[in-house]
């Protein structure tokens, strides 16, 4: 037992623990609570063949396999490198080189299991949200959320993905579901679940519905919904999409405006966010089609925006004529604004 490695012939479990050995593939038993799911054939194949051609690189870890009538007769329980040996079964390769060790409690076995998959790259984010969900329910705590962040250590996760995932496994079914089935990416549940729970299943919806950008989902359109508690789903697209709101509501250097300016500046960007938000509960309530055929309401909604528009109107002459206040405009906003009826209305309130 001096060689360095030396193939199995049926040592004692004292003579073994702690030796690296080469044990033939057939005694070895994969670990039948693996949390890695998924093995694509065709690279399990080709990681065969590389070690066939080149030698076996990386050492698998093994424990011994207690028997029910408490022996051992040879066998051994898989405890890392379930690819290598799913790689020597796929091209009959005999043997694999293995540590010995002596087996821990279920406890230790649980967190070197999901901190297997949490530390694999190339595992896709779904399928460690499943491994972590199993991982809390084994430790008994998948129903005590309050208690997971204390495992994390344990868990090998760093502090910013830990948190993403737990945000994914407290979504609703009906998300959790989307994610899983490929309806919606991770990088967009995640996202959606830093929002209350009110409101993770709607703003997900709108995402989805208009087909929003992972990227900008998690770095414009949540934050503008986290920082602006009231606003709608189309307020935050609105002004957080590119050429939207979000030019206009950029705060001027010092330079530009006195402080009292730039606080009248903010107070009247805050009404026009309200005045949206007002809008938009009309539409979506149904409001303007219900209030058909009735004789007040129709005519004092539309006193009410021909007031706005004018007074919009207005501004925006005035704005075209600072010449700093727009940086650009459409043909239409455009053609309009230097038209004949704007023009006389400019005249008429320079009276």
Known sequence: MSEKFFRWEGQSIEEIIGKTIF???ENINPDPKNLRETFELQEIIALGQNIQEIGQMDTIRVFPKIAEDGGWHGEFDLHDGERRW????SVGLTYLRALVEEKPSEEEITFKRISRVLQTESLKPEEKVRALEKTFDDLGIL???????KYRDKLGASKERFAEIVRVIKLPNRLRELMFSGAMSYTIAQAVGRLPKSRQEDAAKFVLANKLYGRYVVTEFIPYLLDHPEASYAQAFDHTKVGGWRQYTKRPSKAELKPDYEKVVDDFLKSCVQWERAW??????GVVKE???KKLSPYRLKDGVM????LAERLLIELFDAGGGIMSLSPNETKLLESNTFRKKKSTQDL
């Open 23 to 25: 044990i033939p593939v």
């Open 86 to 89: 799913r790689a020597a079964n």
């Open 143 to 149: 129903y005590k959320p309050e208690e997971w962040e």
């Open 280 to 285: 938009d509960k009309l539409v979506a309530t």
């Open 291 to 293: 209030i058909k055929g």
């Open 307 to 310: 007031r706005v528009r004018e």
